[in-house]
């Protein structure tokens, strides 16, 4: 006799309860219920960096400055169309998106200029970032504060323990792996 998997679980805890009891039916059914579970713990995971950033843009449309997560929000600033700045927090579980401020102008017209003018989105260069080094995006932040004054995206990419910086540039996306720390590493060189 052929059953689905389903039927063959309810038979089981049938049979179960006439032979073993209600301990034994109830064993049975928690088998079937753990069969679905992962589905239900997947659908509950937290919104990853190009969610938060989506999220940001759709309630206030402009363009990524920086984004970071910090435990359970994500933080995103954003140059809006308008010019003015926003600081924003998006809730990493619900999606929710809450301002935190908006600004008239920012503080920094000429980088925000460069910034609105990149070819290269915070979007972009988290997935160049992520070619490659492969890992979860942590962190984008325009940087136009270099010596030489080079503009770059620079994105951290958290792996494991190790955390790597990546610089794309906001012309080509060209993406250059900076330096990679690791905490392990780093509790060593403490002991040396």
């Known amino acids: 006799m052929h059953c689905t998997p389903k039927a063959c679980v309810s038979t089981a805890a049938a ?3 006439m032979i073993g009891g209600p301990v034994a039916a109830a ?11 992962p589905a239900a713990a997947a659908a509950r995971s937290d919104m ?16 990524v400055e920086s984004l970071d ?11 809006g169309k308008n010019g003015k700045h926003a600081e924003l927090t998006v809730d990493t579980r619900s999606g929710k998106v809450f301002a935190e401020n908006a600004d008239e102008d920012s503080d920094d017209n000429g980088g ?9 989105t915070a979007q972009q260069a988290m997935k160049a970032a992520l070619a490659a080094h492969p890992g979860q995006v942590w962190s984008v ?3 136009d504060d270099d010596d030489s004054g080079a503009r770059y995206w620079h994105v951290e990419i958290k792996s494991g ?11 080509s996306g060209k993406a250059t792996v900076s330096h990679s720390d690791s905490h392990d590493n780093d509790n060593d060189n403490d002991n040396n």
């Open 69 to 79: 997560k910090d435990d359970a929000v994500w933080h995103v600033d954003v140059i």
């Open 141 to 143: 932040e325009w940087d």
């Open 161 to 171: 323990d190790k955390t790597t910086d990546v610089h794309v540039d906001p012309t």
């Open 27 to 37: 064993a049975a059914n928690t088998a079937d219920a753990a069969g679905s579970a």
């Open 15 to 17: 049979v179960a309860l």
């Open 112 to 120: 925000n200029k460069a910034l609105i003018a990149a070819k290269v």
């Open 48 to 63: 990853n960096a190009e969610q938060a950033a989506a999220a940001a843009l759709k309630k206030y449309p402009g363009v």
